[in-house]
């Protein structure tokens, strides 16, 4: 029990029976607070009510953040509290406290699983995945997410209402001219990922190909929590009335989740602050195989 709670508990004592019959001295006695610190009000900081409206405003505007992910960006902000003030604060203020996922067991290990094959370092595995949500008239459209394992960089969302091997094909061409070429890119067993013009042009610009075990969602772990992520703090909270508008804030979502949102496994640091660029700031350009592999898009 805290002071501050051993306080109230000494005061309801008394007032419970009588303070002309108990007095504070055997009240703290029996409870266990020492007379000084039952004395002694706690001071509040002067910055205190301050740093509270400002923790109200960031959970209100960012819902599915718990106290450490609101700490990582006061700190941001200059603020120098540590996770335990926030989270005292926090309670006190009845926010909300995400809960704890439960960890689940893998029940095998593919060659193509995360677990088997761990990112080293940036550009070492990609891995890509397919959202599916829909719009307010009822139709849907999917979601293509692409990401750097090692980085957590979310590197493209591509929204359509039909998504194909075609454009996944355009998609990588794409980032592969503008940020170069990773080692390996992880996915599932879908169409789009195993047909045959996609698995040869990888080949041929030097991708090795990482296919999860049928059933396994778990082996391609990085998207697929990326993709929950997405889920829970975008997809579930929009009503999206036009495609056009689901283009327009899913791509502002990915600009905050690169450079703002704070990443857990990154200690509470966004995955790439200097991923938004000028336009024509361009990384280096494929070798030159690479770059005639990238030509050939049939």
């Given amino acids: 029990m805290s002071p501050a709670k051993r306080r109230e508990a000494v005061e309801h004592v008394r007032d ?8 504070e001295r055997r009240a703290c006695k029996v409870i266990g607070q020492p007379r000084a610190t039952q004395r002694r009000g706690r001071r509040r900081p002067d910055d205190e009510p301050r740093l509270v409206r400002r923790m109200v405003e960031l959970a209100s505007s960012y819902g599915r953040y718990g106290y450490r992910k609101v700490t990582a960006l006061l ?16 309670r006190r203020e009845g926010l909300k406290v995400p809960g704890r996922q439960p960890k689940r067991k893998r029940l095998w290990l593919a060659d193509g699983s995360c677990v088997r094959l761990r990112p080293r370092f940036k550009d070492h595995v990609w891995s890509y995945d397919f959202v599916h ?16 394992e090692h980085t957590r960089e979310c590197l493209a969302i591509d929204v359509a209402r039909n998504l194909k091997s075609g454009d996944v094909l355009e998609r990588l061409s794409d980032l592969f001219v503008r940020r170069g070429v990773p080692r390996y890119i ?4 879908g169409s789009e990922f195993t047909a045959e013009k996609v698995r040869g042009w990888l080949e041929r610009v030097g ?11 778990w082996e391609n772990g990085y998207c697929e929590s990326f993709n929950g992520r997405l889920r829970d703090e975008l997809l579930a909270r929009e009503q999206f009335d036009t495609l056009l508008e689901a283009k327009v804030l899913i791509e502002r979502w990915r600009r905050h989740y690169n450079t703002v949102r704070p ?3 990154l200690g509470y640091r966004p995955p790439a602050p200097e991923a938004i660029r000028s336009l024509g700031s361009l990384p280096a ?7 005639s592999g990238l030509l050939a898009l049939t």
Avoid: C, Y
């Fill in 263 to 265: 990443h857990g496994s």
């Fill in 207 to 217: 991708v090795k190909t990482l296919f999860i075990e049928p059933g396994s969602p």
């Fill in 285 to 291: 350009t494929p070798t030159a195989s690479q770059a």
């Fill in 75 to 90: 700190r941001e902000e200059g603020w120098r509290v540590n996770h335990k003030r926030v989270e005292r604060l926090w």
């Fill in 16 to 23: 419970a029976l009588g303070r002309d019959r108990v007095s």
């Fill in 186 to 189: 992880r996915s599932d067993n």
């Fill in 133 to 148: 949500d829909r719009t307010s008239d009822g139709r849907a459209f999917r979601m293509l997410t692409l990401i750097d």
